[in-house]
Structure formats: C-alpha cells, structure tokens
C-alpha cells in the first residue's frame, strides 16, 4: 500500500464517522430516504508529491446533469459487491480505470440528494500516469485539480440559485477551467475535514 493510501486510511479510522442517518443536500428537497435510489461514486485521489484528484465531465447528451463535473459513478446494479463494488465497476466503464488499481482506503458518509439518490462516496488512490480513456457515450472529458486546492475552507463558495421555482443552497468549489459544484462540491466539502487531518493539511 503506498504512503498516501495508508495515511488516508489510517485517518479514517482514527476519525470514524459514526452517524447513521446520511447526509442531506438541502432540507426540504429530499423526500423519504428509504425510497432513494442507492448509488456509489469513486473519488479517486492520484499518487503524487502533489496528489490530484480526477474528475469527469459528463456528455452534454445525457439526460441528467448533462455537461457537468462528476466523479466516476452511478447507480448500483443488483450484481454489484456493495457500494464498493458499484463504484469501481462504473470507473471502469466511464473511463476504462481497472479495478485492480485503485487501492481502496474506505468509504464516506451517505449523501442524500434532491435528485433522488443516496450516494456513497468510495475514496480510493491511484497510480499516476494511467492511460483513462473517457467512454464517449457518457463522459466528454477528464481532468484533474490538486487534492490541497479542493479540500481548503477558502475554495468552498457557498451559492444560491433557482430550479423548477424552488429556492436552492449549494456549494462551488473555485477552479477556473470547470464549474464544480452542486452534488459533486457537496461531497467534497463533507469529506476535507477528514482528508484534511490525514494530510495535516490546514483548514
């Protein structure tokens, strides 16, 4: 297990998150949790001096969140192994990431969305200088921000808009060349404070 791997998860086993109940996007916006569609994303963190993340911006043909930055993930298959399963198996088919190369360090918090999904955030970590090939049909492209930049207090912009006539409270994460924001900043946001720690990172 690389250095990086077993800090992360050693923090994470120093800091357990006890709560059973998951997290709420926006009071108000998720209905019963029992009847949300269970689902599973992989944050991926890169091995390096400076480990960066790796995100996905979804095709703007799809159906839902069409254009928009996401981790690899999605809904869990009946034949997945858990969450852990589902997300490995959906990096694979959204950006050929092997199974084999993500060193799994543990799960996250549920996150319920007003969208109608209980995701499970799965953080794992890779080998630099992997050869990713988006799939085509869902993802228009890929990149990558440093780890530090993503979980500092000073990136976590606090928004407010309107969709469908109702009044929503998000985040956005700073970064120039992409928008990251709404499920995909909320989940990073509820999860620096315990990468933070592991990469005695400041807040």
Known sequence: MS?????????????????DAPIIEQEGLVGDVRKLVPAAVLMPIIEAPRPRVLFTVRHAGLRAHAGQVAFPGGRLDPEDDGPIGGALREAWEEVSLPPEQVNVVGTARPYATGSGYLITPVIGVIPDG???????????????VPLDHLLSDAHH???????????????????????????????????????????????
Not at 3 to 19: G, T
């Open 3 to 19: 250095a990086l791997a077993q800090r992360l998860r050693q923090s994470l086993a120093d800091a357990p998150d006890n709560h």
């Open 157 to 203: 912009l606090r928004k407010t808009g309107t969709l469908r006539g109702i009044e929503r409270h998000y985040f956005e994460i700073d970064w120039p060349s992409e928008r990251i924001w709404g499920v995909t900043a909320g989940l990073i946001v509820t999860i620096a404070p315990r990468l933070r720690a592991a990469l005695e990172l400041p807040a």
């Open 130 to 144: 992997l050869d990713l090939r988006p799939h085509e049909a869902e993802v228009a492209g890929l990149f990558e």
